[in-house]
C-alpha cells in the first residue's frame, strides 16, 4: 500500500512542478513583453507570480528582467513580498532585496549572510549591497571593515556610474556613492575618531544631493572635538535660505547645547525659548491632525501630492517645511517619479487591442499602482512622524538644558557666587568681536561660503 | 571721660548691629535669589511634564525636590522673621499661620511623592522619593516617620550616593538626638568616609560625641583630633573650641593626657597625675607620669616621678616595668640625687620585690608554668644585681640569693657564676656560713645539665680538687673522686685520672665495684689507642690482685689483649704483607698460650693466605687442619671458602685434594642447614666418577645419608652410577643397580636406556634367557611413564620407536608383498586393498610419532617415504598385459594422475621431516636422507662438522 501511494505522490509532484513551472514561463513571458514595450508596473505582478511559483537564477534572464523593472519603479515593489518566497531566489537581486528586508527587522548576521553570496563586482546591484553590508558593519561597531566596504562601494559605485547610460539609474548611484562616502566619516565619528572623521566629511562634494543633511553630522563631529564655534558656524549655514526645505529641530537642540558649553547662557535660554514659541503649540495641532489620518496612506499620499503641487495653504507653517522635506528627499522622488511613468502606462494599455488581455493587463497595473501610492503614503506617514518624534525629543532636549542651566545658577547662588551675569553671552558683546560671522543672514550667504563658517564667541567659563 | 566712653560704645554697637543686619539682607537676598531659580526650575519642569504628558516620572521627582528645596528656603526666610520678632510679639503671633506658605510647599512635595508612587509603582528612585517623604515628615517634627522613610531610601538608594549621604547624615542626626548612639555612629561612619563638604566637621564632632558615649574613648579622642585639625582649615566650619575643649575631657576620662593646642609641659603633667593620684585613677596618673617623664629636664623631678611609678608598678604588679624603673632609679641613686625618704622607699621597694619574686620563683604557684617562672627568676636576679649595687656591703648576700634563685629553676649555668661570686667575697667578708654554702652550691651545680662546657672546664677540677684536699675521705668524698676521674678521663688526662684511681682505691679501699668501672675506663682508653704496654701493664696489676675485678671481667680482658695480638696481623693482611702475616697467625698457632679458638682462627687464615699464594699443597694441608678444627657452625660460616678452594683445586686437575675438601667439609656439613651440601655432594660424586672410582662414589651416597640431601640429587647420582658402570662394562653390577633403582617407580623413566642397553649386552653374550621379558619391562615402563606424564628422556624414547618402528616392519612387509596384476578387475581391486594397506601403514606411523623420539620420527618418515615411492612406481611403471599401446598409454595416463596426490604427498613427508630434524636438533643415522643437498645418485650417509672433539665425562679424548 505504502508503495503505491508513493508512486502516486511523486508522480503528483512531477506533474504539478511541469504545470508550474510552465505557468511560471508563461509569466516571466508576459513580463518580459510588457517591459519591452515600458510597461513595468504592469509587468510587476506577473514577475510576483513567477516568484510566487519558483525561485530565481543567478545572472538568468528573469533576474534581468526584475533588475530592469525595479530599475523603473523601485525596490520597495518587491520588498513587500515575504521572506520564505524571496528566500527561495537565488539571484543577486533578491538577495539584496532580502538583506534589506533584514536590515530593516535588524537581523544584521541574516543580512550579510545573503549579502556575502557571490555577488558580482559588475552586478547592476552591487553598489548598493555594498552600502547595505557597510552600513550592517557600522551598526554592528566593526568600524573598520565598514570603511573597507564604504571605499569598495565608492569605487564600484563610480564604475557603475561611468557605465550607466540611463540617468534614472545614474542618479541613483550617485546617491549611492556620496552615501558610501559619507558612511566613512560616520564611521570614524562612531569609533571617536572624531579628528578623522573630520577630514572625511571633506571627502564629500558640496553639490551632492546630500551634502545640506550632512553638514549637521559635522556639526555634532566638531561639537565632539570641542570646536563649539565651529559648531555654530555650521548650524548657522541652516540659516540660509537655499536651505529652507530643511527640517532638523536638532539643530537647534545643538546650537543650544553650543551654547550651553561656551557658558552663554543668555543665548541658551533664547534659543530655548524660542524653540518653544516656534514649536509647541504647532507640534500639537499637526500630531492631532496626523492621528485623524490613521493609517489611510492614500491620504498621506494626497498631502505630500498637494505640497508638491502647491495646493497645501499656510496654516499649518511647520506641516509644509516637513513636507518639503519629505518632496526632497531621494528616496519620495524616485517613487513618485516611478509612480508618474505607471500612470503613462494606463495610456499606453488603453490603445490596446484585445479586451480580455487589456482587462487583465489594466486590472494588473491598478494594483501595482494602488500599492505605489500606498508605499508612498507610508513613507510620508513615517517621515511625518519621525519629525514629530525629532520635535519631542528637542523639547525634552531644551528643558533639559534649561534645567542645567538653573542648576548651575543655584550651585553658583550656593557657593556665594551670585547669580550669572546679566552682559555674559550677550549679543552685543558678541558684535564687538569683529572675527566673526554673526550677521543676518538673510540674502548674505554665498554659495561657496556654506558649511565654512566659524564662530568666534569666547568661552564665559572660565569666569 | 565718662561721656567719650559712652559714646565709643554706642558706635561700636551701631557698628555691630549693621553688621548683622547687612548679614541678614545679604542672606535674604541669595534666598530670593535661589527662590526665582527654583521657581524658573518648576516653570521647566512643568513645561516639560506638560509636553511629555506626565509620562515621566523623574520629571515628578525633580518637581518635589524643588519643592521641597523651596519650602525649606521659605521656611529659613519664615524662620529669620519670626526669630526677629520681639519676644512678647512672638508669644501673641500664630505660629501656624506665620508658617503658612512653608508648610505649603511641604505639603505640595508631600503630594507629588504620593502621586509617584500611585502613578508609577515601579518607579526605580524610591530611594530619592522617600528621602523627600522622610525630609517631610522631620519639618513636621514627626520624627518617628522620618526615620522609617530615611531607612527605606538607604535600603533602596544604591546608585544615587549623594542622596544616599544626606539620607545618612539626616538619620545619623535624628539617632544622635534621640540618644541613640550606636546606630549613629554606623551611619557617620559610612557617611564621613565619602562626604568632605564643610559640614564635615560639625557631623564628625557629633561622630566623636556618639563614641564617646559609646566608651570607645580611643576612636573619640582621635576623631575629636581630627575634627580639631580639620576646623583650622576654611574649608570646613570651625568647631575647633568646642573640639579642643572636649578632647580634654575625652583625654582625661580616657587617662590620656596628650591633647590638641599648645602642648602642656612635663611639670603641668606632674600636676595632673598627682591630682588623678589623689582620685585614686591609678592607671591614668601612671600614664600621665609617663607622660611627663619624657617632657621633663630636671633629674630631681624625674627621680620624683619615678619614684611615684615605683610605687604604682608595685600596686598594679607590674614587675618588669618596675624592675626597669628600679634598674633607672640606680643610677640617680650612684649619683646620690635621691633623698633619704626616696632612698628608703627604693630599697624598700627592691628588697620587696626581689623577695615577692623569688618566693614565687621557690613557691609551687608557678611549678607548672615555665616561661613565667624563668621570667620571674630572671626579675628576681635583676633586683639581687640592682641591690648589690645599692647595697655594697651585704653584696655576697645577694650573690647568694641569686645563686639560690637561679638553682631552684633549675638554671645552673648562671647560678654557677652567682655561686662562685657569693664564695669569693664571703671569704672576704669572713662569713664561713656562705662561704660553705656557697662551695656546696657550687659543687651540685657543675655535676648537673645545661651547664655549658666552658663553665665545666673552668670550675669542675678547681672545686674538686679544693674539696678533695680539705675533705679526701669524707662520704661525699667518694663521688667527688669519681667525678674528677671522669673530668681527667673526659680530658684524656689518664696519668691524673691513675693517680685519682689509686688515690680511691687508697682511701676507698673496698669499693671495688667503683674502682673496676674507673679500671675499665683506663683499659678502654688503652685499648683504644692500641697501647699493649700500658694495657698489658694494667692485666699484670689484676693478675698480682693489686686490684680487685670480677673473673669474667678478668678473662675478657685477656681476650682483649689477644685479640690485640691478631688486630697486629691483620694490619700486615690489609696492607699485603702475607708472609709476615703468615709468620704471625704461624706463631699464634704455635703459641701455647693460644686458645683454641684463637688457634682455629689462625689455622683457617693460615689457609687461606696459602690459598692466595696459589701453594696447593700447603693450602689442603691447613684445609684439613682448619676442618678438623672449626666445629660445623664455623664451617658453614666460611663454606664459600672452601668451596672456592676445592673448586680451585680442581681447575688445577688435583682431583683427589679437591674431592678430599669436597667430601670432608660435606661431612661436616652434615647437620647443618647448609645451601651449599647439594654442591659439594655433586661435586664429589662427579669427581669420584670421572676417576671411574664408581665404589667411592657410591660409598659417598651411604656415608652422606642422612646428611638431608634431595632425592632427586641423590638418584641422579645414582643414574650417574648406573651410566659408568654400562660405560665400564660392569654389567653385572649394572642388573644390580636396575634391579635397586626399579624398586622406586619414580626412577621407571630413567631406566627405560639403560634396561634396552642391558638386554642388548646380555643378547650379545648369548644370555638370552636373562634378556628375556626386557623388552616388555621397557613398554611396562614406558607405558607407566606415559600415563602418569612424567618425563622420559629422549634416549628411552628412541627406544620405545625403535620397538616401534619393528613392529611397522611388519606392516610394511605385507604392503609390499601385495603385488599389482591384471585383469582389469582385479588390478583395481588390488589397487584398493594396496591403498588400504597404505592407509594402516600411514595411521601406524603417525602413532609412532607420537611417542616423541626424533630418532623413531626419521625413521618413520622414510619408512613412509619409501612405502609411497613404492606405490607410485608400481602404478606407473605397471604395463596392461594383451593389450594395445592405446590403451596401455591411457592406462598409464590415468595412473600417472591418480598417482600424482601420492607424490605430492611423498614431497610433503620430505620436508616435514626436513623441517623436525632442524626444527628438534634431531641427530639420527637416517638424517642423510632428507639434508642432503647434492645433487648425487646415490645419498651420503655421514658427514662430518670441522672442529668437532668427543671426549668423554672426565675431559679425556
Given at each position: 500500500m505504502f508503495r503505491i501511494s508513493t508512486f502516486f505522490s511523486m508522480l503528483l509532484i512531477l506533474f504539478t512542478t511541469f504545470t508550474l513551472a510552465r505557468a511560471g514561463n508563461s509569466y516571466v513571458e508576459t513580463a518580459s513583453e510588457l517591459v519591452d514595450n515600458n510597461l513595468y508596473f504592469t509587468a510587476v505582478p506577473y514577475m510576483k507570480e513567477y516568484l510566487a511559483v519558483g525561485g530565481v537564477a543567478s545572472n538568468s534572464r528573469v533576474e534581468d528582467l526584475i533588475d530592469e523593472i525595479i530599475t523603473n519603479t523601485g525596490v520597495r515593489q518587491f520588498e513587500v513580498f515575504p521572506i520564505r518566497i524571496l528566500e527561495r531566489s537565488n539571484a543577486p537581486i533578491i538577495r539584496y532585496i532580502l538583506a534589506k528586508k533584514y536590515f530593516r527587522r535588524g537581523k544584521y548576521d541574516r543580512a550579510l549572510g545573503n549579502l556575502r553570496k557571490k555577488i558580482s563586482t559588475r552586478h547592476s546591484v552591487k553598489p548598493f549591497a555594498l552600502l547595505l553590508e557597510a552600513s550592517i558593519h557600522a551598526i554592528q561597531k566593526r568600524y573598520a571593515s565598514a570603511v573597507k566596504v564604504y571605499k569598495q562601494c565608492i569605487n564600484v559605485s563610480n564604475m557603475h556610474i561611468k557605465r550607466e547610460g540611463d540617468p534614472n539609474r545614474s542618479r541613483q548611484l550617485s546617491v549611492n556613492r556620496d552615501n558610501c562616502i559619507v558612511g566613512i566619516p560616520r564611521a570614524q565619528f562612531a569609533a571617536k575618531k572624531h579628528n578623522v572623521a573630520n577630514l572625511s566629511y571633506l571627502d564629500l562634494s558640496k553639490e551632492s544631493y546630500i551634502w545640506p543633511e550632512i553638514l549637521f553630522e559635522e556639526a555634532w563631529n566638531s561639537f565632539y572635538m570641542e570646536d563649539y564655534n565651529r559648531t555654530l558656524g555650521k548650524l548657522v549655514t541652516y540659516k540660509a535660505p537655499v536651505f529652507d526645505y530643511i527640517f532638523n529641530p536638532e539643530v537647534d537642540v545643538l546650537r543650544a547645547l553650543s551654547y550651553l558649553h561656551l557658558c552663554l547662557y543668555k543665548d541658551v535660554k533664547k534659543t530655548i525659548d524660542e524653540y518653544y514659541s516656534r514649536y509647541e503649540k504647532e507640534t500639537d495641532r499637526l500630531h492631532g491632525s496626523l492621528r485623524r489620518y490613521g493609517k489611510n496612506y492614500k491620504l498621506f499620499f494626497s498631502l505630500a501630492d498637494k505640497a508638491r503641487t502647491g495646493k497645501l495653504g499656510a496654516k499649518n507653517r511647520i506641516l509644509g517645511r516637513m513636507l518639503k522635506a519629505i518632496l526632497r528627499d531621494p528616496a519620495y522622488i524616485e517613487q513618485r517619479a516611478a509612480y508618474s511613468k505607471g500612470l503613462k502606462e494606463i495610456e499606453a494599455l488603453s490603445n490596446l487591442d484585445g479586451r480580455r488581455k487589456k482587462r487583465e493587463f489594466l486590472r494588473n497595473l491598478k494594483t501595482s499602482l494602488e500599492l505605489q501610492r500606498d508605499l508612498i503614503g507610508s513613507y510620508v506617514r513615517k517621515n511625518l512622524y519621525m519629525f514629530i518624534s525629532q520635535l519631542n525629543k528637542g523639547f525634552e532636549g531644551m528643558s533639559s538644558i534649561g534645567l542645567e542651566i538653573n542648576y548651575r545658577r543655584k550651585e553658583r547662588i550656593y557657593r556665594g557666587l551670585g547669580d550669572f551675569d546679566r552682559t555674559r553671552g550677550d549679543v552685543k558683546y558678541l558684535k564687538r568681536n569683529d572675527k566673526q560671522y554673526y550677521w543676518s543672514f538673510n540674502g548674505e550667504f554665498w554659495a561657496d561660503e556654506l558649511g565654512d563658517y566659524v564662530f568666534a564667541l569666547r568661552s564665559e567659563c572660565s569666569k | 571721660m565718662k561721656l567719650k566712653l559712652f559714646w565709643i560704645i554706642l558706635i561700636l554697637t551701631i557698628i555691630s548691629l549693621t553688621s548683622v543686619m547687612v548679614h541678614a539682607v545679604s542672606n535674604d537676598s541669595r534666598r530670593q535669589q535661589l527662590i526665582s531659580v527654583i521657581d524658573d526650575e518648576l516653570r521647566e519642569v512643568t513645561r516639560l511634564n506638560k509636553r511629555t504628558r506626565g509620562r515621566k516620572p523623574l520629571l515628578f521627582l525633580r518637581m518635589a525636590e524643588l519643592l521641597l528645596e523651596k519650602a525649606r528656603l521659605v521656611k529659613e526666610g519664615e524662620n529669620n522673621k519670626y526669630m526677629a520678632m520681639s519676644a512678647d510679639k512672638r508669644r501673641r503671633a500664630n505660629k501656624k499661620n506665620h508658617f503658612k506658605n512653608s508648610r505649603g510647599y511641604f505639603k505640595q512635595a508631600q503630594k507629588v511623592c504620593y502621586h509617584i508612587f500611585k502613578k508609577f509603582p515601579h518607579i526605580k528612585q524610591k530611594a530619592e522619593v522617600y528621602y523627600i517623604l522622610g525630609s517631610n515628615a522631620a519639618e513636621f517634627q514627626d520624627f518617628k516617620r522620618a526615620k522609617k522613610y530615611y531607612k527605606m531610601a538607604i535600603k533602596g538608594s544604591t546608585r544615587n550616593r549623594n542622596l544616599m549621604l544626606r539620607t545618612k547624615l539626616a538619620l545619623a542626626e535624628m539617632h544622635y538626638n534621640d540618644g541613640e548612639f550606636r546606630q549613629a555612629i554606623s551611619l557617620y561612619e559610612d557617611a564621613l568616609k565619602k562626604h568632605r563638604d564643610k559640614w564635615w566637621t560639625k557631623d564628625a564632632y557629633n561622630l566623636a560625641w556618639s563614641y564617646f558615649k559609646e566608651r570607645k574613648y580611643n576612636k573619640a579622642i582621635s576623631r575629636m583630633k581630627q575634627v580639631y585639625k580639620m576646623s583650622k582649615g576654611a574649608r570646613f566650619v570651625d568647631v575647633s573650641e568646642r573640639a579642643r575643649r572636649d578632647l580634654s575631657y575625652f583625654s582625661a576620662m580616657a587617662g590620656k593626657p596628650q591633647t590638641v593646642g599648645p602642648p602642656q609641659t612635663g611639670e603641668e603633667l606632674v600636676k595632673v597625675a598627682k591630682y588623678l593620684l589623689s582620685y585614686g585613677k591609678y592607671l591614668q596618673a601612671r600614664k600621665t607620669f609617663i607622660s611627663a617623664l619624657n617632657k621633663l629636664t630636671s633629674d630631681k623631678d624625674k627621680v620624683e616621678v619615678h619614684v611615684n611609678l615605683l610605687q604604682l608598678y608595685e600596686r598594679s604588679r607590674s614587675y618588669q616595668k618596675h624592675l626597669q624603673t628600679s634598674q633607672t632609679l640606680a643610677g640617680y641613686y650612684r649619683k646620690n640625687i635621691l633623698n633619704d625618704e626616696q632612698k628608703e622607699i627604693y630599697k624598700l621597694q627592691l628588697k620587696k620585690m626581689a623577695s615577692i619574686l623569688q618566693n614565687q620563683v621557690v613557691g609551687?604557684?608557678?611549678?607548672?608554668e615555665k616561661k613565667k617562672r624563668t621570667r620571674k627568676t630572671r626579675q628576681a636576679v635583676g633586683y639581687f644585681d640592682v641591690l648589690t649595687g645599692v647595697d655594697h656591703k651585704n653584696a655576697y648576700m645577694y650573690h647568694f640569693a641569686a645563686a639560690e634563685t637561679l638553682y631552684a629553676v633549675g638554671n645552673f649555668n648562671h647560678a654557677i657564676d652567682y655561686y662562685d661570686r657569693a664564695y669569693e667575697l664571703s671569704k672576704v667578708a669572713r662569713n664561713k656560713k656562705i662561704e660553705k654554702e656557697a662551695q656546696k652550691g657550687l659543687i651540685v651545680c657543675i655535676q648537673q645539665k645545661g651547664v655549658s662546657s666552658a663553665k665545666k672546664r673552668k670550675y669542675t677540677v678547681q672545686v674538686y680538687n679544693d674539696y678533695l684536699k680539705n675533705h679526701p675521705r669524707s662520704q661525699r668524698a667518694s663521688a667527688i673522686y669519681q667525678r674528677l676521674f671522669l673530668e681527667y678521663m673526659r680530658k684524656n688526662l689518664v696519668d691524673k685520672a691513675e693517680d685519682v684511681l689509686v688515690r680511691f682505691k687508697r682511701y676507698f679501699p673496698r669499693e671495688h665495684q667503683k674502682q673496676e668501672t674507673m679500671l675499665a675506663k683506663i683499659m678502654d682508653y688503652y685499648k683504644k689507642r692500641q697501647d699493649k704496654a700500658n694495657f698489658s701493664k694494667w692485666v699484670k696489676k689484676i693478675k698480682r690482685r693489686e686490684f680487685i675485678v670480677n673473673p669474667k671481667y678478668a678473662k675478657q680482658l685477656g681476650r682483649i689483649l689477644l685479640a690485640m695480638q691478631f688486630e697486629s696481623v691483620q694490619g700486615f693482611v690489609t696492607k699485603g704483607d702475607k708472609k709476615k702475616a703468615l709468620r704471625a697467625y704461624v706463631d699464634i698457632y704455635k703459641d701455647p698460650e693460644t686458645s683454641t679458638a684463637a688457634r682455629r682462627n689462625a689455622t683457617y687464615n693460615i689457609m687461606l693466605l696459602f690459598h692466595e699464594l696459589r701453594d696447593a699443597r700447603r693450602t689442603v694441608g691447613w684445609a684439613k687442619r682448619a676442618l678438623k678444627l672449626m666445629n660445623p657452625k664455623e664451617i658453614l660460616r666460611f663454606e664459600t671458602s672452601f668451596l672456592t678452594i676445592a673448586a680451585e683445586l680442581f681447575s688445577r686437575r688435583k682431583f683427589e685434594d679437591s674431592v678430599l675438601i669436597y667430601e670432608k667439609t660435606l661431612k661436616k656439613l652434615c647437620n647443618t642447614k647448609s645451601k651449599n651440601k647439594k654442591t659439594f655432594f655433586k661435586n664429589a660424586y662427579v669427581i669420584h666418577l670421572s676417576e671411574k672410582k664408581v665404589e667411592e662414589a657410591k660409598y659417598l651416597i651411604q656415608q652422606t645419608?642422612?646428611?638431608?640431601?634431595?632425592e632427586n640429587v641423590v638418584n641422579e647420582a645414582r643414574l650417574e652410577i648406573l651410566k659408568s658402570l654400562k660405560e665400564l662394562g660392569r654389567w653385572n653390577s649394572v642388573e644390580n643397580q636396575i634391579a635397586k633403582l626399579e624398586k622406586k617407580r619414580r626412577m621407571w623413566p630413567e631406566l627405560i636406556g639403560p634396561i634396552y642397553h642391558l638386554k642388548n649386552a646380555l643378547e650379545r653374550n648369548g644370555k638370552f634367557d636373562l634378556a628375556r621379558g626386557m623388552k616388555s619391562k621397557i613398554m611396562r615402563f614406558y607405558k607407566y611413564s606415559r600415563k602418569r606424564k612424567m618425563k622420559i628422556p629422549l634416549s628411552g624414547l628412541d627406544v620405545v620407536a625403535h620397538y616401534k618402528v619393528q613392529e611397522l616392519g611388519v606392516v610394511v612387509q605385507e604392503f609390499n608383498k601385495l603385488k599389482l596384476a591384471f585383469p582389469e578387475k582385479n588390478y583395481n581391486s588390488l589397487l584398493k586393498k594396496k591403498f588400504a594397506k597404505l592407509d594402516r601403514l600411514t595411521a601406524k606411523a603417525l602413532e609412532i610419532l607420537s611417542v616423541g623420539s626424533g630418532k623413531g620420527l626419521v625413521r618413520v618418515y622414510k619408512v613412509l617415504i619409501e612405502s609411497y615411492e613404492s606405490i607410485v612406481r608400481e602404478m606407473r611403471e605397471f604395463t596392461p598385459p594383451g593389450k594395445g599401446p592405446e590403451y596401455t598409454k591411457s592406462f598409464r595416463k590415468s595412473m600417472i594422475q591418480i598417482s600424482l596426490p601420492i607424490l605430492k604427498k611423498v614431497g610433503e613427508f620430505k620436508s616435514e621431516a626436513k623441517r623436525q630434524i632442524s626444527g628438534n636438533n634431531i641427530l639420527s643415522n637416517e638424517n642423510y636422507l632428507f639434508?642432503?643437498?647434492?645433487?648425487?645418485?646415490i645419498k651420503i650417509e655421514y658427514q662430518y662438522s670441522p672442529g668437532a672433539v668427543l671426549m668423554d665425562r672426565g675431559g679425556r679424548r
Open positions: - | 609551687k604557684t608557678y611549678l607548672h645419608a642422612n646428611c638431608h640431601i634431595p639434508m642432503s643437498s647434492a645433487k648425487l645418485p
